[in-house]
């Protein structure tokens, strides 16, 4: 507990899924945490339920495709907690398309969302951490960045570029003692999968018994699987960690499925 005391978190598209693991676990830990998303019902709530159980939380509306909102979400972090610690730049669409059937306006689509969003959020945290010479930017990738599904074109090459942005900006930022890392997490279970394996690929209610026999440990990731490794990163436990991508997945990339 208290792992990140005296921090302040704010991890974008927290209101559900693996943000809101994330960011209650940060809460667990001691921090101070910014929720943030575009659905207020959901964050307001999520922001709510935590500071009614002794931790410091509040709600900031955010559309991260969005360049103003991406700047003012760090803003008022600052102006209501007085400084930013932690960004976990987390949203990510992962709508389905292959070479042949993706449009350039889906591409841009996610290319704002999940990688321009991270870079103006970061850019944005930086002139904060740069004066206090500390901090941590996490950003949430995927294990398909290294090759990807077919029908994951698009998100599959955002998720490239994630680790190289990653790579990059922790190489410059480590003048001012600023880490930059990465999560490639795998499949997980979150109310968006769920949706997507119901709705947009139509596989039923019972899609979760049948991929969990295809996993060793006998489930999917979990949100607070993927918080516990997003936690080493921000905490200081790390301290001298920057430039890491960091695999949260069953099956080593590139290893057959079945041994």
Request: glycine share 8%; charged share 25%; with cysteine.
């Amino acid at each position: 507990m208290n792992r990140l005391k005296d921090k302040v978190a704010v991890v974008t598209g927290s209101g559900s899924g693996m943000g809101e693991g994330i960011i209650r676990l940060f809460a667990e830990e001691g921090a101070c945490v910014v929720v943030s998303g575009r659905d207020d019902e959901k964050g307001q709530a999520v922001a709510a339920d935590i500071a009614s159980q002794g931790a410091q939380a509040i709600y900031i509306h955010a559309d991260v495709s969005i360049e103003a909102e991406c700047r003012a979400l760090i803003d008022r972090t600052v102006e209501h907690f007085g400084q930013i610690d932690v960004l976990i730049n987390n949203v990510g669409l992962s709508t389905r398309g292959t070479i042949e059937d993706t449009t350039v306006e889906l591409w841009d689509k996610l290319f704002a969302t999940n990688v321009r969003s991270a870079f103006i959020c970061a850019q944005q945290a930086v002139k904060y951490m740069k004066e206090r010479q500390r901090g941590s930017i996490i950003n949430i990738g995927s294990v398909n960045a290294y090759i990807g599904e077919p029908k994951l074109m698009a998100y599959s090459a955002t998720k490239g570029a994630m680790m190289t942005f990653t790579k990059n900006t922790a190489s410059y930022l480590n003048q001012y003692r600023i880490r930059v890392n990465q999560l490639n997490v795998g499949w997980t279970l979150t109310p968006n999968e769920h949706r997507v394996k119901t709705v947009e690929e139509g596989q039923g209610e019972d899609w979760l018994e049948e991929a969990i026999k295809t996993r060793p440990w006998g489930r999917l990731l979990s949100p607070r699987d993927i918080a516990m490794a997003a936690l080493y990163f921000a905490s200081d436990e790390s301290e001298l960690v920057t430039g890491s991508v960091l695999d949260v997945e069953q099956y080593p990339v590139g290893a057959p499925p079945n041994w």
